[in-house]
């Protein structure tokens, strides 16, 4: 489907497809940046969200233990 709408594209008007295929590779290489830079940062928003949720299951789970430890200003820190 690409390469027959190039090819239409070159029967109708060859410089504008000229134009349109010259913009192409640098479209990819800048959207392969963008795309590794969101990559990392989206891992790091899920290791944090996973260390929150840990944190959050470690605190509901043991509440009692903490309570009993007297341990709510650690958990709250943490």
């Given at each position: ?9 070159f ?68």
């Amino acid at each position: 489907m690409v390469i027959s709408g190039i090819i239409i594209s070159f029967c109708y008007e060859w410089r504008l497809a000229l134009l349109m295929l010259a913009a192409v590779p640098p479209t990819c290489i800048i959207m392969s940046f963008m795309a590794k830079k969101t990559t990392a940062s989206m891992m790091q928003e899920m290791r944090c969200i996973g260390k929150a949720g840990e944190i959050a299951e470690e605190s509901i789970m043991g509440i009692r233990t903490v309570q009993a430890f007297n341990a709510q200003e650690h958990m709250t820190q943490k």
